[in-house]
Structures are given as C-alpha cells and as structure tokens.
C-alpha cells in the first residue's frame, strides 16, 4: 500500500533513536526520548490551504526535526509512519 498526502501533508518516518550516548552510556527503552528526527517518506503537493498558497519546501529523503507530538501515527504495511503539516516541521537536518 502506498500513502499519497493530500495539501500540505507530509510522511514521515522516525529515524532510530541512538543505543548510547556520545559518551558510551547505554540508554535502557525507559531513557529514550520520543525521536524528533524523521525522514520524509511523500509530500503532498500544496496548493491553497485554509485560504493561503502554500508552497511546499520539503523533498522525499530529506531528514527532518519535528514537534515532539505532532502529527497523525498510522501503519502501513507493518511499519509506523507518522503524517504532518509541513508546518508542524521545524527544520530540515543537513548532514
């Protein structure tokens, strides 16, 4: 199955948390933090949302920081995806 966003939705999927800390601590699954980093999965294709243009500035592959609790979680095909506005995306992760 696949997900077409509509507007100016966008898939995303969480990137996996990091086992230790720079500093070699192992985290146990208690420690962790809800991952903020995702990577886009699709993008709708913008257009005119609640009356203003939007233009959409995010690409499939790009590494993403989003709201701790934004956006809609879904499964599809067995793997967790999570679907936003692109306004709940805080900043694009260059590496």
């Keep these: 199955?696949?997900?077409?966003?509509?507007?100016?939705?966008?898939?995303?999927?969480?990137?996996?948390?990091?086992?230790?800390?720079?500093?070699?601590?192992?985290?146990?699954?208690?420690?962790?933090?809800?991952?903020?980093?995702?990577?886009?999965?699709?993008?709708?294709?913008?257009?005119?949302?609640?009356?203003?243009?939007?233009v959409m500035t995010v690409k499939v592959g790009d590494k993403v920081l989003t709201s701790k609790y934004s956006g809609t979680e879904v499964k599809v095909d067995g793997e967790e995806c999570t679907i936003v506005r692109q306004s709940d995306i805080l900043a694009i992760v260059e590496e």
Excluded: N
């Design 1 to 54: 199955m696949k997900i077409i966003p509509l507007a100016d939705r966008v898939v995303i999927k969480t990137v996996e948390a990091e086992e230790t800390t720079k500093s070699g601590i192992i985290l146990t699954g208690s420690a962790k933090e809800k991952p903020q980093v995702a990577e886009v999965i699709a993008v709708g294709p913008g257009g005119t949302v609640d009356g203003k243009e939007v």
